[in-house]
């Protein structure tokens, strides 16, 4: 049973312009956020998290919104930049820190 | 945030036989965990390496198929035992640190 969906497999946005990638989840358990971005034969690198206390997260070009009643949070990439093409995951996890992860999102940006 | 190794980075093994990945991190860290990317799917969380017990397995993962060492706290191997094509994947250990949970950069398993 998949608890954390991101429903669009692909994103292609242009250089310059915002990135929002979506996130739905549904265990009313999961207090905690993340988003990892991964490139081919790399692990997966930690973007940004938001514990559910807040509705927002920022840190530079990257900003996580979190709509708890909705179990739906986003990330926002702005502006988005070439090297930000890869795969990006949402996860989320209860207090045990253990990870469910989405099934991904491939973002390209178009020069 | 912690810096995270882990050996092989690829293996090329046949079926029926077993691989030891290692995971070393560079400082002390509570909590380890293993995970597993198959072929064009999400990761999944393979088991909770507990340092000095047992390691705790989810769902659909047994200790004999994938039986976990947690010497001390900043080392850990995972073995994929008896290894069928079904186990190719990549491998990946996982540490929280300052609260945040840091992944290394995968061990790419293909089982012939």
């Known amino acids: 049973d998949q608890q954390v969906k991101q429903n669009s497999p692909s994103l292609s946005v242009q250089e310059g312009r915002i990135s929002i990638l979506n996130c739905d989840y549904t265990n009313s358990m999961f207090d905690y956020f993340l988003w990892y971005k991964k490139y081919p034969a790399e692990g997966p690198t930690f973007l940004i998290s938001?514990?559910?206390?807040?509705d927002k997260n920022e840190d530079g070009r990257f900003t996580v919104f979190l709509n708890k009643s909705a179990k739906h949070l986003s990330l926002h990439i702005v502006p988005s930049q070439p090297g930000d093409s890869a795969v990006y995951f949402c996860?989320?996890?209860?207090?045990?820190?253990?990870?469910?992860f989405g099934a991904g999102t491939t973002v390209t940006v178009r020069a | 945030s912690a810096v995270i190794s882990q050996k092989p980075s690829r293996d090329i093994c046949q079926r029926g036989t077993s691989l030891t990945i290692q995971c070393q991190v560079d400082?002390?860290?509570?909590?380890m965990f293993w995970y597993r990317q198959q072929p064009g799917q999400s990761l999944t969380l393979i088991a909770t390496a507990n340092q000095g017990s047992e390691a705790t397995y989810e769902s659909g993962f047994v200790i004999d198929k994938f039986p976990i060492s947690r010497p001390n706290l900043t080392f850990s191997t995972l073995t994929v035992s008896n290894m069928s094509p079904e186990d190719s994947s990549i491998y990946l250990c996982?540490?929280?640190?300052?609260?945040?949970?840091?992944f290394g950069p995968g061990t790419r398993l293909t089982v012939t």
């Open positions: 400082s002390q860290v509570t909590m």
């Open positions: 938001i514990s559910s206390i807040k």
């Open positions: 996982s540490v929280v640190h300052n609260y945040e949970q840091y």
């Open positions: 996860a989320a996890s209860a207090l045990d820190y253990k990870l469910s």
